[in-house]
């Protein structure tokens, strides 16, 4: 069961964030990067993505928190289910976010649109031995580029609406002893007090900075490959 729903967009410190609440004995964490390593899940998720069922237990079955995309997107949902679940918003100057979303998930997901023969060739790949995987960028459609943004990420005055939109609908609706509205470069402090915790004597975790975002995914497409089903 959930205790804790982050409501916050991918590129806002989430994968840092991840990082903490599993220091924080409020792991196992779910996260885009748990769809990506477990390609059987892409399933689950499309078939929330396209209506067809969401079974919000059987989905987080064994997980304690649900961070990032695509958890993220479906925030009011997940906060109706688990009443007792606290909320973390992650937040972050949003011309940054922009510029971090849209060179590493958008711009992936814009490239999808019209691939070079090698990506092509990767994706064949990919399908023949991960086909699962195959449909991750359908289910990502699903989830979030098509939910959230209405498929116009290539709008850059729409997304960042969306986006300081979303922060304002999270702060009315989530009251406001349930709501911890965080933004990483805060460190432990606050996100150990909203969680009733003592503070780790170490550096609050730093994850996934856009240089190894890129850095990762060559890597994520070689496993899948040489993994095979």
Request: net charge positive; with cysteine.
């Amino acid at each position: 069961m959930l205790e804790v729903i982050g409501a916050g967009f991918g590129r806002t410190g989430t994968a840092s964030l991840k990082a903490a609440l599993d220091r924080l004995g409020r792991g196992p964490c779910y996260h885009m990067s748990t769809i990506i390593a477990e390609p059987r899940r892409v399933r689950q998720w499309l078939d929330v993505g396209e209506g067809r069922a969401a079974d919000w237990d059987a989905l987080f079955d064994g997980f304690r928190a649900a961070i990032d995309w695509p958890a993220a997107s479906y925030w009011r949902e997940l906060a109706a289910h688990y009443p007792d679940a606290k909320v973390i918003l992650t937040v972050r100057d949003p011309e940054r976010w922009y510029g971090s979303v849209s060179s590493t998930i958008f711009a992936r997901a814009l490239a999808e649109r019209r691939p070079p023969p090698r990506r092509r060739a990767v994706r064949w790949l990919v399908a023949r031995r991960q086909p699962d995987f195959a449909l991750y960028p359908r289910m990502a459609r699903a989830t979030v580029f098509d939910r959230v943004f209405g498929g116009r990420i290539d709008d850059r005055e729409h997304v960042l609406a969306v986006f300081e939109r979303h922060i304002a609908e999270v702060k009315e609706a989530i009251p406001d002893e349930r709501l911890l509205v965080f933004d990483v470069r805060d460190g432990w402090e606050p996100l150990c007090a909203f969680l009733g915790v003592p503070v780790p004597d170490e550096p609050f975790p730093e994850s996934n900075e856009r240089a190894a975002w890129h850095r990762k995914r060559p890597r994520r497409l070689a496993r899948l490959i040489l993994r095979g089903r």
